[in-house]
C-alpha cells in the first residue's frame, strides 16, 4: 500500500542562487545596462554570500499604482537561505533602495522589498541536499509501511474491521 517508489526531485545545495527581482514602472530606456551588474556586489555584501551565487533582475514597463499615483515605484521580492529577518530586511532594504532610488530615479518612501527565507532550490543536477530529501522519503516509507502492518494487527482476522 505505501511502499510504491517515491520521485524525489532533485535539489540545489543551499549555495544556489540568490534572486532579487525588482519589479517597476519605470521604462526599459531608463533603465542603466549596467543596473544589475551594479547590484549584484551590494546584494552580496549585504547578505554576506558570495556574488557569484546572486542573481538580480529588473522587470520595467509594468502597469503600477503606488498609493493613487502611477509616479515611479518598485516592489522588490527577495529571496535568500538564511541572511533574512526583521532587522536584516531593513538592513538590506536600505541599501538595495539606495541604489534603486540613484540609478533608477525611484524615491526610497516608494518602493517596498518582501523577503522570502528559503530552505533549498530547484535545480536539474544531483547535489548534497538530495540524498537528504531521499533519506526523508525512505524513513517515511519505512514508517508508514510499518503503521500499516500495525493497522492490520489490529484489524479483527478475515475482516476488514468495518463490518
Known amino acids: 500500500m ?5 520521485l524525489v526531485a532533485k535539489l540545489s545545495s543551499p549555495r ?16 542603466p545596462q549596467d543596473f544589475v551588474d551594479k547590484a ?12 557569484q551565487y546572486c542573481v538580480v533582475s529588473v522587470i520595467p514597463d509594468l502597469p503600477m499604482n503606488f498609493g ?7 516592489i522588490a521580492n527577495l529571496m535568500s537561505i538564511g541572511s533574512l529577518g526583521v532587522e536584516q530586511n531593513k538592513k538590506h532594504a536600505k541599501v538595495l533602495f539606495e541604489l534603486v532610488e540613484k540609478e533608477l530615479g525611484i524615491p526610497q518612501d516608494r518602493c517596498y522589498c518582501a523577503s522570502h527565507k528559503t530552505m533549498v532550490w530547484t535545480s536539474a ?17 519505512t514508517l508508514l509501511h510499518g503503521l500499516e502492518k500495525t493497522l492490520h494487527s489490529l484489524l479483527p482476522l478475515g475482516g476488514n474491521g468495518f463490518d
Open 125 to 141: 543536477g544531483p547535489s548534497f541536499d538530495q540524498g537528504v530529501v531521499k533519506l526523508f522519503f525512505s524513513t517515511l516509507n
Open 16 to 31: 544556489q542562487r540568490i534572486p532579487l527581482r525588482i519589479e517597476t514602472n519605470v521604462p526599459k530606456s531608463k533603465v
Open 68 to 74: 493613487g499615483s502611477s509616479e515611479p515605484a518598485a
Open 2 to 6: 505505501f511502499t510504491k517508489s517515491i
Open 40 to 51: 549584484i556586489p551590494i546584494l552580496a555584501k549585504a547578505l554576506g554570500k558570495p556574488a
